[in-house]
């Protein structure tokens, strides 16, 4: 008889508990939801141009798919370098047509010019699947990042050819 009471009491427990769990998760799921919509609507006022466009977040893709490029060509996996020469231009696109002028200097403009010869080049070792073009033409497109952001005072931002055991295609020294 007492046995059955401690039983039942012990599940009346463990059922409380359970209650307690389902809605606290209850409570934290539609906080995320909240917080998700509040984050889509920032996003769509971005895109019609009511805020301010990170530049620097579109040159971080630049780094990163630049870094990419350049292992996948050093390992002739051109499918993969045709991708991330792919995704670079689309960025390069995304900064042309979000009419960027940074300190007087139109970025938007600049882009293409300096960056689309030496990337021709290198679209062109992609497809003729050519690992010594490839190597030139990338120091070119290298050297044209780097041109630009001397050009624009920003000549503290030095892009390097990506060694094999550096983390970040960059020259962090003064
Ligand atoms: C037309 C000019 C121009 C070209 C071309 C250009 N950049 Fe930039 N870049 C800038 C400017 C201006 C800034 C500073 C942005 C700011 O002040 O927010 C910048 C900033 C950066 C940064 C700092 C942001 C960060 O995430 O650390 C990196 C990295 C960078 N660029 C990489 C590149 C790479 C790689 C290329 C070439 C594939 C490139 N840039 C080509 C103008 C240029």
Known sequence: MN???LGGGLALIA???????????AELTSNIEDERI???????EEEHGEEHYELAKAMGYMQTYTHKLYLAGQNENWELSSFYAHEIEETIEEIESAK?????YDIST?????TNPAFEKVEKAIDNQDAEVFADSYKLLIQSCNA???TTKHEFIKIEVPSVDAVFNQNFSK
């Open 3 to 5: 046995k059955n009471v």
């Open 15 to 25: 059922l409380v508990i359970g209650i307690m769990n389902y809605i606290s998760i």
């Open 38 to 44: 509040e984050t889509v609507q920032s996003s769509t």
């Open 100 to 104: 960027v002028v940074d300190e007087g």
């Open 110 to 114: 600049l882009v293409g010019t300096m």
């Open 148 to 150: 630009c952001h001397q």
